[in-house]
């Protein structure tokens, strides 16, 4: 069985929700990115990233994000140590391969700020040092639907870290009953054994990074990107960064689909999540409708004219 199988088949066997689910999570992992799982309470977010890291042999951290928490907290500290008459740095929960902050959304943008540098650069400054992250380094972020009270809305440089934003919905009747017949989140998770190392991990990285994508494919891409900023009905298109992202978040599912090149088919299902949280409507400026991006880039991705 292929590597990448195993490890989607040891999240399957915990995690009874959407398989398209996980082979998105897949992609986070593959394209160097971080994951934000946006949902109600208790449709199996936290399930889903603790299967993940539990799936790879690796440094495992979790963050559970309140209002008082504080980047010190996430990041580490310098303690004065009395033999040796130095200061010693302890280092945070961030400093692991895949990091779950749980529920991101309920902390202060302080904090939430915080999170930036380790996301983007795969380091931190602390007391005039920058230090390297483990590799490989992933944050799998969750929050709740922004209308629940005690929820502080992301800023918009901090939701364009996030290579994807996923959504999971409520599961189907069937999956339900698997569910509470086998408790898999409470029995099997805790027994869930690694099937790749960090090694692994990183070479199957470097695979998706050199996965084929024809020129008409590029085009394709930045034809959508390029609707984003000409759109009437969007305040904010999607960025180089977001175009970029969309490139490797496509790589990345060819890769999982156990291809060296990409077809168009990858870049319509990684649209919505790629981009949708990366474009501004003008209806959230003017009343906060959060849904109108994912509508809009819908719209754009049926206009595009795609290639054979």
Same mark, same amino acid.
């Given at each position: 069985?292929?590597?990448?199988?195993?490890?989607?088949?040891?999240?399957?066997?915990?995690?009874?929700?959407?398989?398209?689910?996980?082979?998105?999570?897949?992609?986070?992992?593959?394209?160097?990115?971080?994951?934000?799982?946006?949902?109600?309470?208790?449709?199996?977010?936290? /399930? &889903?990233?603790?299967?993940?890291? $539990?799936?790879?042999?690796? *440094?495992?951290?979790?963050?559970? !994000?309140? %209002?008082? +928490? #504080?980047?010190?907290?996430?990041?580490?500290?310098?303690?004065?140590?009395?033999?040796?008459?130095?200061?010693?740095?302890?280092?945070?929960?961030?400093?692991?391969?895949?990091?779950?902050?749980?529920?991101?959304?309920?902390?202060?943008?302080?904090?939430?700020?915080?999170?930036?540098?380790?996301?983007?650069?795969?380091?931190?400054?602390?007391?005039?040092?920058?230090?390297?992250?483990?590799?490989?380094?992933?944050?799998?972020?969750?929050?709740?639907?922004?209308?629940?009270?005690?929820?502080?809305?992301?800023?918009?440089?901090?939701?364009?870290?996030?290579?994807?934003?996923?959504?999971?919905?409520?599961?189907?009747?069937?999956?339900?009953?698997?569910?509470?017949?086998?408790?898999?989140?409470?029995?099997?998770?805790?027994?869930?054994?690694? /099937? &790749?190392?960090?090694?692994?991990? $990183?070479?199957?990285?470097? *695979?998706?990074?050199?996965?084929? !994508?024809? %020129?008409? +494919? #590029?085009?394709?891409?930045?034809?959508?990107?390029?609707?984003?900023?000409?759109?009437?009905?969007?305040?904010?298109?999607?960025?180089?960064?977001?175009?970029?992202?969309?490139?490797?978040?496509?790589?990345?599912?060819?890769?999982?689909?156990?291809?060296?090149?990409?077809?168009?088919?990858?870049?319509?299902?990684?649209?919505?999540?790629?981009?949708?949280?990366?474009?501004?409507?003008?209806?959230?400026?003017?009343?906060?409708?959060?849904?109108?991006?994912?509508?809009?880039?819908?719209?754009?991705?049926?206009?595009?004219?795609?290639?054979?």
């Amino acid at each position: 069985m292929q590597p990448l199988e195993r490890l989607r088949k040891n999240i399957e066997s915990v995690y009874f929700g959407r398989p398209q689910t996980i082979v998105h999570l897949l992609v986070g992992l593959l394209a160097r990115g971080h994951v934000l799982i946006e949902d109600v309470p208790g449709v199996g977010k936290t /399930v &889903l990233a603790r299967a993940l890291a $539990r799936s790879i042999n690796c *440094q495992f951290s979790r963050i559970q !994000l309140t %209002p008082d +928490l #504080l980047p010190s907290d996430i990041l580490g500290v310098s303690v004065y140590n009395q033999e040796k008459q130095n200061f010693e740095f302890k280092p945070g929960p961030v400093f692991a391969n895949i990091v779950l902050a749980d529920e991101v959304n309920r902390t202060t943008p302080r904090t939430q700020s915080s999170l930036l540098e380790a996301m983007n650069d795969s380091s931190v400054s602390v007391d005039g040092r920058t230090m390297p992250l483990p590799q490989p380094f992933m944050v799998v972020a969750t929050q709740n639907p922004f209308e629940f009270e005690g929820t502080y809305f992301l800023p918009e440089n901090q939701l364009d870290r996030f290579l994807l934003r996923l959504q999971l919905g409520y599961p189907r009747r069937d999956q339900e009953v698997a569910i509470l017949r086998e408790q898999p989140g409470r029995i099997r998770l805790e027994h869930l054994e690694p /099937v &790749l190392s960090t090694e692994e991990v $990183r070479a199957l990285q470097g *695979q998706a990074a050199q996965v084929k !994508l024809e %020129p008409v +494919l #590029l085009d394709y891409i930045l034809d959508i990107v390029q609707m984003t900023r000409q759109h009437e009905m969007l305040h904010t298109g999607i960025s180089p960064r977001g175009s970029l992202a969309l490139m490797q978040a496509v790589q990345a599912l060819a890769l999982v689909n156990q291809r060296d090149y990409a077809i168009p088919d990858d870049v319509k299902e990684l649209v919505i999540p790629v981009c949708a949280h990366r474009v501004i409507s003008r209806s959230y400026m003017a009343n906060g409708d959060l849904s109108a991006a994912e509508r809009i880039m819908q719209e754009i991705l049926q206009k595009v004219p795609c290639p054979a």
